[in-house]
């Protein structure tokens, strides 16, 4: 899968709210009422990752999930993770 050139990240981006690109990742922050809130929104990523292969990196704050997403072995942005971004945003809420 290749790499998605800056435009097309911006694209993307435009049209995920609250997402923006650091580097070579785009992340958020995702709220939540509390920490079981939280941890459920992070156990609903794990079957859409895993069947994926594609995993994002993970902060856990108390009520707060930063996911960071980056197609490692590609060194940048794909649409695996423009995808896995879809899939979270449709799980918060």
Do not use: C
């Not at 609250?18 to 009422?33: L, M, P, S």
């Not at 809130?37 to 992070?42: C, E, G, M, R, S």
């Not at 197609?71 to 899939?87: C, F, Q």
């Amino acid at each position: 899968m290749p790499l998605l050139s800056d435009i097309e990240v911006q694209r993307e981006l435009a049209t995920l709210a609250g997402w923006a690109r650091k580097r070579d990742e785009i992340v958020k922050t995702f709220a939540f009422k509390g920490f079981p809130d939280a941890i459920d929104f992070v156990q609903k990523l794990v079957a859409p990752a895993e069947a994926m292969n594609h995993h994002p990196d993970l902060d856990i704050r108390y009520n707060k999930v930063t996911v960071r997403l980056s197609t490692h072995d590609k060194g940048g942005i794909t649409e695996k993770d423009i995808e896995l971004a879809r899939k979270a945003e449709s799980m918060a809420g």
